[in-house]
């Protein structure tokens, strides 16, 4: 069986709002049996990435950088998981309120030191989350399960 592993920080309503529509996408039927690991960026472990398939990941865009709790999850995982987990495949989300240039910086050049496989372009957006930026969501989510198929 498959498992995806769903990292995210998700204060607000609207990055909630993100969170599950990628959730709907990785509990797609059309994918078959998935196992869907779903933890709060501060709550993920080096057990939990090792133990997944793919990797789906959400940030708010802080100070135009990536909020600190998926930060302290790279921060605590990086080293133990570099290496096992390369060329797995992955895609995130990043919302801000103004500007993501800097997360956007960061979440390219941490996931490129994993060696992980971008399967997806990310969804990097600004303002109000639109129904169309929910269905990207959940495309994006599905993607990355059904690469990891």
């Known amino acids: 069986m498959v498992s995806v592993l769903l990292v995210h920080h998700s204060p607000s309503p609207a990055t909630a709002r993100i ?8 509990r797609m039927p059309e994918l078959g049996d998935i196992d869907v690991a779903i933890r709060p960026a501060l709550e993920a472990s080096v057990d939990d990435v090792l133990a997944a398939d793919a990797y789906v990941l959400g940030t708010t865009a802080n100070f ?13 995982t990086y080293d133990a998981v570099r290496e096992p987990t390369a060329g ?3 895609s995130y989300w990043i919302h801000g309120g103004y500007d993501t240039t800097g997360a ?7 996931t490129t030191g994993l ?10 957006l600004t303002g109000e ?10 495309e ?3 993607t990355v399960a059904a690469s990891a198929l």
């Open 88 to 90: 797995r495949p992955f």
């Open 19 to 26: 969170a599950e529509a990628a959730v709907a996408g990785l």
């Open 129 to 138: 989350v639109t129904d169309d930026d929910l269905e990207t969501a959940t």
């Open 104 to 110: 956007e910086r960061a979440m390219s050049q941490i």
């Open 115 to 124: 060696g992980w496989s971008l399967v997806f372009d990310p969804l990097v």
């Open 64 to 76: 135009g950088y990536i909020s600190g709790a998926l930060k302290h999850f790279f921060d605590t």
């Open 140 to 142: 994006l989510a599905a």
